[in-house]
């Protein structure tokens, strides 16, 4: 199925670091999201993003959606032990649809 | 507020059973939609419904069903089980209807496994 290309993949920082991770897409979107997923857990929404070169920040998350409509980034900054976990991003057309379309995740561990 | 539910947790089937899965939105949402979560294909979009009628549907088989309720709550079911459905499905509820762009919120899921 249609996925979006998120990267990295995998992140292993040191504690109080910011970290940035992106994803790009073939496809324009009308709405990115930026979802945490931990174990055992559904995903949960950080920050939703609806016009192109808009940044938006929650706490030490921001997140910008892209200006070509085709790409969006997430930072975090002075990263903490409980922002481990898997961020995923999720690109939504609109358009008449509710489908999201999600990134492969990036998976964040932290060394305290 | 109380977010999203779904029950079970937690079910394992064998092949060529079926199974239905129940999802509660939050409370005033009206649009729910279902993906498969799993290790090789990550999220993938199953279906959405708003109004009990299904809006959009994803790309899978016709062993793959569901619908909804005039309260809103909504199921999935999954006939002929194969161990290639083992997986966590998940339930996302938001306010708007189809196109509103109103973010979705995820329930916990429920982990499925075939034997």
């Known amino acids: 199925g249609q996925q979006l290309n998120q990267s990295p993949q995998s992140m292993f920082i040191q504690e109080g670091e910011d970290v940035s991770m992106n994803c790009t897409s073939s496809?324009?979107?009308?709405?990115w999201l930026w979802y945490k997923q931990d174990p055992g857990e559904g995903p949960v929404l950080l920050i939703a993003?609806?016009?192109?070169?808009e940044l938006t920040s929650n706490g030490r998350l921001t997140a910008q959606f892209g200006i070509t409509r085709k790409d969006s980034f997430l930072n975090i900054s002075a990263s903490i032990p409980s922002d481990v976990g898997i961020y995923f991003c999720?690109?939504?057309?609109?358009?008449?649809?509710?489908?999201?379309?999600f990134g492969q995740g990036t998976r964040l561990t932290i060394n305290p | 507020k109380a977010g999203v539910t779904q029950t079970p947790r937690y079910l394992i089937k064998t092949r060529g059973q079926q199974v239905t899965l129940s999802c509660s939105p939050i409370?005033?949402?009206?649009?729910v939609s279902w993906y498969q979560q799993t290790p090789g294909q990550g999220l993938q979009f199953l279906f959405e419904y708003f109004s009990e009628t299904q809006r959009n549907k994803g790309n899978f088989p016709g062993r793959f069903s569901g619908r909804q309720f005039s309260n809103s709550r909504s199921e999935m079911n999954v006939s002929t089980l194969e161990l290639g459905d083992s997986a966590l499905y998940l339930c996302?509820?938001?306010?708007?209807?189809?196109?509103?762009?109103?973010?979705?919120?995820f329930g916990d899921g429920t982990r499925l496994s075939i034997l």
């Open positions: 996302a509820s938001s306010y708007g209807g189809p196109g509103s762009g109103q973010p979705q919120h």
């Open positions: 409370s005033g949402h009206r649009s």
């Open positions: 999720a690109g939504q057309l609109g358009q008449g649809a509710q489908k999201l379309v």
């Open positions: 496809s324009i979107f009308n709405t």
């Open positions: 993003l609806y016009k192109a070169g």
